[in-house]
């Protein structure tokens, strides 16, 4: 859903559905939040959990420093509509990754 907001953010020509839209995408991007951090303790092994956490707290982090800089390359080269059209194909990526990840199955191989 948050892919299909941010598609259509692009598409909207008043402030106010860009806004709703953006508003309404942001809500279902943080629905599964808490999730990630289970699916750590589910995947890897009890003393893997932190370094685990820590690499994902630190991919997480390292979009929000680079996700400025790409924002204006995007918006100055291709239009301000681009960069809806990134952040959606950045969410399709990560729901496709993120249903690739069986959590529970990773204990087993480990312990």
Not at 27 to 51: C, H, K, Q
Not at 56 to 68: G, K
């Amino acid at each position: 859903m948050t892919t299909l907001c941010l598609v259509l953010v692009s598409q909207v020509h008043t402030a106010a559905a860009a806004l709703a839209l953006i508003t309404l995408g942001n809500a279902f991007n943080s629905l599964p939040n808490v999730v990630y951090w289970t699916v750590v303790i589910d995947s890897v092994p009890a003393g893997r959990v932190g370094v685990m956490s820590g690499t994902m707290h630190f991919v997480a982090s390292l979009s929000a420093v680079i996700a400025p800089t790409l924002t204006g390359y995007l918006s100055s080269a291709f239009g301000y509509s681009s960069i809806f059209l990134a952040a959606a194909a950045v969410t399709c990526v990560a729901m496709v990754a993120m249903l690739q990840v069986k959590p529970g199955l990773g204990l087993s191989a480990h312990e």
